[in-house]
């Protein structure tokens, strides 16, 4: 997913980390409705990483830690430490 780093840097998230559903069939497609579940969570494990550099810079402390608790309908707790 991220092999387009080293010559477009930040960029290569427009091609490959933007939840689309024509990259969503693509990747389901070729490597099946698993990858698209690790395609996702690696999508928004990348935008806490960024959102986590935003708050260093503008917050003294920011957080380090974050809790995040599912039930059966989607997200349950969101807790900041």
């Known amino acids: 997913m991220d092999e387009g780093y080293k010559t477009l840097r930040h960029s290569h998230r427009i091609e ?10 693509y990747v389901e497609r070729r490597y099946g409705k698993k990858a698209v579940i690790e395609w996702m969570i690696h999508i928004a494990l990348d935008n806490l990483e960024t959102a986590h550099k935003l708050a260093i810079r503008e917050y003294k402390t920011p957080h380090t830690k974050m809790v995040v608790l599912f039930g059966k309908n989607g997200i349950k707790k969101c807790q900041f430490e």
Do not use: A, G, L
């Open 16 to 25: 490959r980390h933007t939840p689309i559903s024509d990259y969503q069939h």
